[in-house]
């Protein structure tokens, strides 16, 4: 390896949707983070790896800072603004298509506390007119000091090359901190738990808000090399389960089926998926069960 190696920790802070996890999925090249047109979709940091020759770069997908409504949203919150402070630079998306907004000023008052070089990123640049984007660079330019401004489109992949090669120019010299095929530090769980609850969220649309949660009770192989997966989807009103379960099972099976497609990619191997649906009563206030499934402010 060479003497002047750069590695370093990158966060991706932003309002909620605005294509943090579409961003991350691209630069990592194989899905590792929830997509969906939800906002707040992503609850813990997710940490995405990117090894090149010269360079590591660890991406940090933060939950989406916003003002918190529940306990949950306070997690989330913490998460975001905790990161800040442990990364080598920060990267601020935006929405083209939505411009500056007073969810925007929230964040960038939290930015002037942080001594860590921040930069722009003007993301879903190839929804606008070009000349649209002139405008909304000079707008916040006076509200924030950036390192610099660059304007990429994660779906389409446009600029986000030149973004990487800037970015290491702003890394310290360190060490790999991962193997060159590790893609991402969670476990195997976590990542299949987010699967399921993308095509949760995909296919129930506006009818099951954010108030489920994915809990993976069991994982084993099979003789016959299939990969028995047993989750359960817990939600907080009864309705929702009928939602979710759909007229004589339909619902449920559809979500199953849709998961077990990534899951397969994901593991290389053939799955048997389970899936239960199990009412938890305000489960996003109740600090208990947000530490029963996973949601714990003391790890990070």
């Known amino acids: 390896m060479e003497n002047n190696y750069k590695s370093g920790f990158i966060a991706i802070i932003g309002r909620p949707n605005v294509g943090k996890s579409t961003f991350m999925n691209r630069v990592i090249g194989q899905k590792i983070a929830i997509m969906s047109d939800k906002p707040q979709t992503t609850r ?12 590591q770069m660890v991406f940090i997908d933060t939950p ?42 929230y964040i960038i ?7 860590r070089p921040v930069f722009l990123i003007i993301n879903k640049i190839d929804l606008i007119h070009p000349d649209d984007l002139f405008t909304m660079i ?10 610099e401004i660059i304007p990429i489109s994660a779906l389409e992949g446009n600029n986000v090359e030149r973004l990487l090669d800037v970015l290491k120019g702003y890394l310290p010299e360190g060490p790999q901190y991962y193997p060159e095929d590790q893609v991402t530090d969670h476990p195997e769980r976590f990542v299949i738990s987010e699967l399921i609850r993308e095509k949760v969220l995909h296919l129930t649309k506006e009818e099951i808000p954010h108030s489920i949660a994915v809990v993976i009770e069991n994982i084993e192989e099979r003789e016959s090399e299939k990969i028995l997966i047993q989750a359960t989807v817990v939600t907080e009103r009864k309705s929702q389960k009928g939602i979710l379960i759909g007229k004589q099972g339909s619902m449920l099976k559809r979500i199953g089926q849709n998961a077990r497609r990534d899951i397969e990619a994901l593991l290389g ?5 389970e899936l239960w649906v199990k009412v938890k009563k305000d489960w996003r206030n109740r600090e208990n069960q947000l530490h029963e499934y996973g949601f714990r402010s003391d790890e990070y």
């Open 44 to 55: 813990n940091k997710i940490q995405g790896v990117l090894t090149e020759k010269d360079a």
């Open 64 to 105: 989406g800072i916003h003002k918190p409504k529940h306990r949950l949203g306070d997690f989330m919150v913490k998460v975001a603004e905790d990161t800040l402070n442990e990364v080598d630079a920060i990267l601020f998306m935006i929405n083209a298509q939505e411009g500056y907004g007073r969810g925007d000023q």
């Open 109 to 115: 008052d939290r930015l002037q506390q942080v001594n």
């Open 138 to 147: 000079a707008e916040y330019k006076e509200r924030y000091d950036f390192k």
């Open 269 to 273: 191997s053939k799955v048997y998926l």
